[in-house]
């Protein structure tokens, strides 16, 4: 990886990159369990099958709204110095939260949403109602996570991230909390009541946020002299670039699971990938963060960023390997994800193929951490349509030679995918790399 000169000619102690880092990192990692307690929690109705379907499906389309909330984040922690750049990305938040929120009411109380559930999704007749009454929650989900993402990217930029960890663990509390009343009370019966705690924990977590963050914008300067963002548009050419890749990349998953579901034996190939992936996230959630690595502190110390990237990139990987190769990941696999027989050897082949994966994506998100704090999001575009059309090629050519190959296919062509993306992200890091800082070219401009 190529250097260039700090900015500001200040050191970052490693420690200090560790302070910041490691909340992070544990606060990413605790999301699964929020979806672990939703789960185990709808597994113990008296039609499981049905509830969970429906859960299931309503979530698929929040995640899709989801993502324009949560790059809200990026956003805010790269473009927020000031008081006027925060009011300048809260009034983007206000609009992008409003447009979801009446497409969420067009389809949570219209036929436009029978219509969507049962064209566009695939769902059932009887599954429609359950499936609806479910999404009528998680479209206020959707804006309890803005609000959530909008202040903590304020609580990254000003390096509290321990807050992010504080209101996760609460979050996880209360969640855990309202589930042990619902089942002991019996009231599981419906895909909604796991909406209702996915709220309620969500509410909390924004709470946190909320109350930290704002303490820390009434600390800010009102104008800072060397901050050069003045208006909308600036947050816009920032911002859109963001949701677009976002989006490009909810191509993949639907598009493997097809491929998978052209295969031979099918089941084996679509459960075998989803707990190779399952995996695989878990163990790459602590990376999620290194861009924002990147942002608060590549200016001030580049080799020490640099450096700190390098030992922890290597974690994700080193970590699959061991899963992958060792008697521990079988035992694992067997006994706490109840994998066995036909599926286990499908899990674990398609387990190594992710290797390369787990290489990549630490370095994926390092590069477009240097992207964003050059202001040049619209790069993510480009590499995530790379990934895209190479995933899809791959799934083809592999389905093509080896239609019984099992996970692997979804795995090794989402791997060679994300290297894809690595290589042209990095082709135009290259390019960009001396440009100056965002926040600070104004004040270089004016000289």
């Keep these: 990886m190529t250097t260039q000169t700090s900015t500001e000619g200040k050191k970052v102690a490693f420690r200090t990159l560790l302070y910041f880092f490691i909340p992070l990192g544990i606060s990413a990692s605790l999301v699964t369990i929020s979806h672990v307690i939703i789960n185990s929690t ?91 009454s479910v999404y009528k929650v998680l479209m206020f989900v959707t804006i309890f996570s803005g609000i959530r993402c909008l202040y903590q990217g304020v609580i990254i930029s000003n390096l509290r991230t321990k807050w992010l960890t504080i209101g996760m663990t609460i979050r996880l509390l209360v969640m855990a909390g309202l589930s042990w009343i619902i089942i002991q009370n019996d009231w599981v019966n419906h895909g909604y009541i796991g909406a209702y ?62 491929v998978l579901g052209s295969s031979g034996k099918a089941e084996i190939a679509i459960a075998s990938y989803a707990v190779a992936f399952s995996v695989l996230n878990l163990l790459l959630s602590f990376s999620t963060y290194f861009h924002q690595i990147v942002i608060n502190f590549y200016d001030q110390d580049t080799k020490m960023v640099i450096r700190f990237s390098f030992i922890f990139s290597f974690i994700p990987s080193l970590l699959l390997i061991g899963i992958a190769y060792s008697p521990l990941g079988v035992w694992g696999l067997q006994h706490i994800m109840g994998v066995s027989g036909e599926l286990l050897e499908h899990s674990l082949v398609a387990l190594k193929f992710f290797i390369i994966f787990a290489l990549c994506f630490p370095w994926l998100d390092f590069i477009n951490g240097v992207l964003m704090l050059k202001g040049q999001t619209k790069v993510l575009q480009f590499s995530q349509a790379g990934n895209v059309l190479m995933t899809i090629a791959v799934l083809f050519f592999l389905l093509f030679v080896m239609p019984n190959g099992g996970g692997l296919i979804g795995s090794l062509a989402q791997s060679v995918g994300v290297m894809t993306e690595t290589i042209i992200a990095y082709i135009f890091m290259r390019k960009f790399l001396h440009q100056p800082i965002l926040g600070m070219r104004r004040k270089k401009l004016s000289h």
Aim: with cysteine; glycine share 4%.
């Design 42 to 132: 709808l597994a113990r109705a008296s039609n499981p099958a049905v509830v969970i379907a429906s859960y299931s499906v309503a979530m698929s389309l929040f995640a899709i709204f989801e993502r324009c909330a949560v790059i809200l984040r990026q956003t805010c922690a790269t473009l927020v110095r000031d008081r006027n750049s925060f009011k300048l990305v809260s009034q983007l938040t206000i609009f992008i939260l409003s447009s979801i929120m009446i497409l969420s009411l067009v389809i949570g109380y219209s036929p436009i949403g029978e219509l969507f559930f049962s064209r566009v999704m695939g769902v059932k007749d009887h599954m429609l109602a359950p499936t609806l």
């Design 197 to 258: 705690i996915f709220l309620a924990g969500m509410v909390i977590e924004a709470l946190v946020s909320f109350i930290e963050g704002r303490q820390l914008v009434k600390k800010m300067p009102a104008k800072k002299e060397d901050h050069h963002i003045v208006n909308h548009s600036q947050v816009r050419k920032f911002y859109l670039p963001l949701l677009m890749a976002s989006l490009i990349a909810v191509i993949i998953s639907p598009a493997t699971n097809a």
